[in-house]
């Protein structure tokens, strides 16, 4: 084999590697995202929508007091965003988004518990 060749091969093997963790990272992420959106409880009807407003409140209450609560309340019944809630709290968006994520989690860990 040539040098250049295993440079070559070298440099396969890197392009390889690292895209192989790009693919990876972003299915994790897409893993941990939940998609759960305000729209997928849009419904034609007026009782649907309160039916699921209903529904939406109940689930929150069963989260625990803390800022999870707070910030999906404002994010998915109030309508506001991460950034105007991270000013609210005086977070960053990130830690919004952070709290967000273990709040819907937590939800998901409980409905899956009622109905497994």
């Known amino acids: 084999m040539t040098p250049q060749?295993?440079?070559?091969?070298?440099?396969?093997?890197?392009?390889?590697?690292?895209?192989?963790?790009?693919?990876?990272?972003?299915?994790?992420?897409?893993?941990?995202?939940?998609?759960?959106?305000?729209?997928?409880?849009?419904?034609?009807?007026?009782?649907?929508?309160?039916?699921?407003?209903?529904?939406?409140?109940?689930?929150?209450?069963?989260?625990?007091?803390?800022?999870?609560r707070v910030i999906l309340y404002s994010l998915y019944v109030e309508d506001e965003t991460q950034v105007q809630i991270a000013r609210k709290l005086n977070l960053s968006q990130q830690a919004v988004s952070k709290w967000k994520r273990k709040s819907l989690h937590r939800l998901c860990q409980k409905l899956s518990s009622l109905n497994g």
């Open 5 to 68: 060749m295993t440079l070559m091969e070298r440099v396969r093997k890197e392009l390889y590697r690292r895209a192989w963790r790009l693919q990876y990272r972003a299915k994790a992420a897409r893993c941990r995202e939940i998609s759960w959106r305000a729209e997928s409880f849009a419904a034609p009807d007026f009782t649907a929508q309160a039916d699921n407003r209903m529904l939406v409140r109940q689930l929150l209450q069963e989260l625990p007091r803390d800022k999870g």
